[in-house]
């Protein structure tokens, strides 16, 4: 599977749209890409996840760009709640690995 | 939907004794369920892989006979810490996937070894 890279950390005002970019340049084309969120002590949340269209769910849209190096999760409306570490992770289709990386830690500002 | 559960959520046990984690996929049926170790600021590490009624599948530097997976149904799969020490002490993280390959986690359970 493709490797990513995500900033370490950001910080994202309390009502305002968070977005979380990464990067994945060796992505194939039957990789997916994946986001998850870790809160505290708690087990990952899956959020969204999209091979080369935009998606968007209630939590969230990612954005894909259309070369694929690259995509961004979208928070429309960040709340504190929001708090957490967050995982893009490329999977190719049929392995059921998921490899974490280091994230990014994201957080919400009052 | 896709909800996991684990049990317990957490466990103090002491040195060289065997602890059990459950996990269970209480609203669908499991294909694959996946066990995870997590140490404090580190990121998830994958220990191990398991398909119902089918022997696990250890990753690289993962002892299969100090972690035994049972993987007995499509909904419970468990993790037993044989003859646990102290650098076992960890947050233990359970998955699983349905028919669309998306993994769903359980909340995980924390293990302290005294």
């Known amino acids: 599977d493709a490797k990513t890279t995500q900033p370490p950390s950001m910080d994202c005002a309390e009502g305002r749209a968070a977005n979380l970019p990464c990067n994945h340049s060796?992505?194939?084309?039957?990789?997916?890409v994946y986001w998850y969120r870790q809160i505290h002590s708690q087990g990952p949340q899956y959020i969204i996840h999209?091979?080369?269209n935009n998606e968007t769910n209630e939590m969230a849209s990612l954005i894909i760009t259309e070369d694929r190096k690259s995509s961004t999760l979208i928070l429309p409306h960040a709340t504190l709640r929001d708090t957490a570490v967050y995982y893009c992770?490329?999977?190719?289709?049929?392995?059921?690995?998921?490899?974490f990386g280091t994230g990014t830690r994201l957080t919400i500002i009052p | 939907g896709a909800v996991v559960s684990q049990h317990p959520s957490r466990v103090i046990c002491k040195s060289g004794t065997s602890v059990k984690i459950e996990c269970r996929s209480l609203?669908?049926?499991?294909?694959?369920m996946f066990w995870y170790r997590q140490f404090p600021k580190q990121s998830l590490m994958l220990m191990a892989t398991?398909?119902?009624?089918?022997?696990?599948?250890?990753e690289q530097g993962v002892e299969k006979d100090k972690f035994l997976i049972n993987h007995a149904s499509l909904t419970l799969s468990t993790l037993t810490v044989t003859s646990a020490h102290p650098e076992d002490s960890s947050f233990y993280i359970c998955?699983?996937?349905?028919?669309?390959?998306?993994?769903?986690f359980g909340p995980g359970t924390r293990l302290l070894v005294l």
């Open positions: 998955s699983a996937t349905g028919l669309k390959e998306t993994q769903y």
């Open positions: 060796t992505i194939s084309g039957n990789e997916y």
């Open positions: 999209g091979l080369k």
């Open positions: 992770i490329v999977k190719t289709a049929g392995n059921e690995k998921l490899t």
């Open positions: 609203d669908f049926q499991a294909t694959t």
């Open positions: 398991s398909n119902e009624g089918s022997k696990a599948t250890y």
